[in-house]
């Protein structure tokens, strides 16, 4: 099978010159049991990047043993927080004085564009040392002032967890998730996504290098529907979390009700942004636009509503139109692209399917979108779609993933509530103004995981972020919460 090599980084090559590139469980690498290899491709290009083991149950099976005797002999979870801090300093050292090779394999592989692949493995190290330094603060004994008794809850760790990532944040993603399981002591195995597996095989390597006990960081390669739900039901895993789609979702969560083993679920979204007719107007819509083309859309908490007051809606319209206009889609890599591919052919059929729906169902096109090409590149290009019109369409309601957002106007404060509390989903959503106690009180009724106030997509480490009803379930990520989640507790009481 060819590969294609072709790259502006030795190192980077040179990783992909390993090609068929195999799982890693506890710290060797390890083909499927069957051979069976898929095939990673490069979005901007159509072209393949390397070969990759596509595990089966049986592989899986072994990969979840091998952390389970992994946390029960290797002392990782006997550790202090500080020793297991040292180590997890060291593994966000590594990443970061390897974040120009990962970021470009990450570029490759995902169709992101550089530098926010950049931003993405920086936010992997912030992450870490952020759960570090919260290991070191949370008591692993606290007393509990109870009358006649003398009672305290300890913590432990879990034992072996399970990790099902998707395609659009590969490293960041991993990093929100194996943070706070590691720095509590657990161990952990997690299956990338098919169509992005090399920066989670890149991430163990390094992880080896910094001294991480073999077993503690296992990856497990493969198709969803094989790798994946062998995963989601192994009876071995103490803890499992999948972040996806809905649809999956689903059959994760069933599969793992069947071992009452604990999940958490960090799903898709179809936020709003709600836009008062104080805002200044070329501003917003630059944000917006931006969040909008950020990673070609394929961002879960993506404000895909836009639900704008009547008094400014066309005046917003036409700055948005020729916003989205004027930006520029190329390959990933080159300096001047703003924004990159979608991930797949099957991810750009899906973004065309939700347009010409959109036209059966009569939604008007305020910018069309549609396919881009891009001389030279064989790849998955769209442009930026603007659509308006009722909001009982698909496009409306469903999540399309892709540069598209779909607007409304509103009356009022009341209304605009209403618009955006009426989804099935309830990841994230915005609100947008100059008046500081109308954006408090619209956020603050906002029926979802997170509200941001004259902004989109904001993650600071320690704020919880989560989704609830068709969103999610179970927890959420980036905070103490997640880490907590992470400890198993257990309460001691003597009567006296
Ligand atoms: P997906 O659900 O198709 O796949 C996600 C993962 O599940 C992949 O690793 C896949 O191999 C695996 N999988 C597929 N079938 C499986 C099965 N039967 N059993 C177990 N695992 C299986 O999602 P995707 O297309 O990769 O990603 C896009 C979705 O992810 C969107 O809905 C997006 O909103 C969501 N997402 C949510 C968040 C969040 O934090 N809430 C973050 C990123 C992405």
């Known amino acids: 099978m060819s590969t294609t090599t072709e790259t502006n980084r030795s190192e980077v090559a040179e990783f992909l010159s390993q ?220 803890r499992m979390s999948f972040t996806g789609s809905p649809e999956i979702g689903r059959l994760v969560a069933e599969a793992c009700g069947r071992n009452l083993t604990p999940v958490k679920l960090e799903l898709g979204g179809k936020g709003a942004a709600v836009v008062f007719d104080d805002v200044d107007v070329d501003a917003t819509a630059d944000a917006l636009t931006g969040a909008i083309t950020f990673h070609t859309g394929q961002v879960c908490c993506d404000a895909t509503r836009w639900l704008v ?43 065309l399917g939700y347009l010409e729906r959109a036209e059966s169902e009569g939604t008007e096109h305020v910018l069309t979108g549609g396919a881009a090409s891009i001389p030279g590149r064989d790849g998955f290009y769209v442009k930026p779609a603007l659509l308006a019109g009722s909001l009982d369409s698909s496009a409306a309601r469903e999540e399309i993933f892709g540069p598209v957002a779909y607007l409304a106007s509103f009356d009022d404060e009341r209304q605009a509530v209403e618009m955006v509390n009426d989804t099935d989903y309830g990841l994230a959503n915005s609100v947008w103004s100059a008046d500081m106690d109308r954006a408090n009180r619209v956020a603050e009724q906002m029926v979802a995981g997170n509200s941001w106030i004259n902004a989109h997509n904001v993650f600071p480490h320690g704020v919880p972020y989560a989704g609830i009803n068709k969103s999610g379930m179970g927890g959420g990520v980036n905070s103490i919460e997640t880490y907590l989640d992470y400890t198993r507790p257990l309460s001691v009481v003597r009567p006296l």
């Open 19 to 238: 090609s068929p590139l195999k799982a890693f469980v506890g710290g060797k690498r390890v083909a499927a049991a069957d051979g069976s290899t898929f095939t990673t491709r490069d979005p901007g290009t159509g072209l393949p990047l390397a070969e990759v083991s596509a595990m089966g149950a049986a592989d899986i099976d072994q990969a979840v043993k091998v952390a389970d005797k992994a946390y029960r002999t290797t002392g990782w979870p006997q550790m202090s927080p500080h020793e297991r801090g040292v180590l997890l300093h060291r593994l966000a050292d590594a990443v970061e004085q390897h974040k120009p090779i990962l970021a470009e394999i990450e570029a490759r592989d995902a169709g992101k564009i550089l530098a926010q692949a950049e931003g993405d493995v920086q936010n992997f190290v912030d992450t870490v040392r952020y759960f570090v330094e919260l290991s070191l603060q949370v008591p692993s004994r606290v007393p509990l002032a109870v009358s006649g008794h003398e009672a305290a809850t300890v913590r432990h760790s879990w034992g072996p967890c399970g990790f099902i990532f998707p395609w659009n944040f590969p490293v960041l993603l991993i990093g929100w998730n194996i943070a706070p399981a590691l720095a509590a002591g657990n161990t952990v195995v997690i299956k990338p996504a098919e169509d992005t597996p090399l920066s989670a095989l890149y991430i163990a390597q390094l992880a080896q290098r910094a001294g991480i006990p073999d077993g503690v960081i296992n990856v497990v390669t493969g198709y969803g529907e094989t790798a994946g739900a062998a995963l989601a039901s192994h009876p071995g895993l103490k």
């Open 309 to 351: 007051h009547k008094s400014i809606y066309d005046r917003f319209v036409d700055s948005c139109v020729q916003k989205l206009n004027d930006v520029n889609v190329g390959y990933q890599l080159d300096s001047t692209t703003q924004m990159g591919p979608v991930v797949s052919a099957k991810q750009r059929d899906r973004v």
